[in-house]
């Protein structure tokens, strides 16, 4: 959708991270570390498709694997700016209704049909009440 409408979309990320994912919150952190070093989508990459075998090494493995400088990564894991920002967006999350992940939005709306036919419908729908 982002290479069909450059002009008229955006994608934004927030994070929610479930309480019944020992390392959700982890997860979260760590690919804002990575944001700080321009890797937060190879990160978050990594984790979707390691989901199943996410642990404190596997997070640490990752991020060797992607060539991240440890030190700093270690120390944007400790940050109080990111775990601010998960707070935020749990928090947002939980005031418009988000009860899980994925959740996707369009233009505010709650979207149901999560396949991509039903992604391309609401994003068209919402274009053609814009023009």
């Known amino acids: 959708m982002l290479d069909k409408y450059p002009d008229n979309v955006k994608l934004v990320v927030k994070h929610f991270p ?3 994912h020992k390392y959700a919150q982890k997860s979260a952190t760590a690919a804002l570390a990575a944001n700080a070093q321009g890797k937060f989508w190879e990160f978050h990459s990594k984790l979707l498709k390691n989901y199943k075998v996410i642990n404190d090494a596997k997070i640490q493995d990752i991020a060797k694997e992607l060539g ?3 030190e700093k990564f270690a120390k944007d894991m400790q940050s109080p ?4 920002l998960i707070t ?3 928090n947002n999350g939980r005031q418009i209704g988000v009860r899980g992940t994925p959740t996707i939005f369009i233009n505010g709306k709650l979207l149901k049909n999560k396949s991509l036919v039903g992604i391309l419908q609401m994003i068209e729908a919402e274009l ?3 023009s």
């Not at 700016?81 to 601010?84: M, S």
């Open 18 to 20: 479930l309480s019944n």
């Open 68 to 70: 991240l400088d440890m």
């Open 81 to 84: 700016d990111v775990k601010n």
């Open 88 to 90: 935020r967006d749990v």
């Open 128 to 130: 053609k009440k814009k």
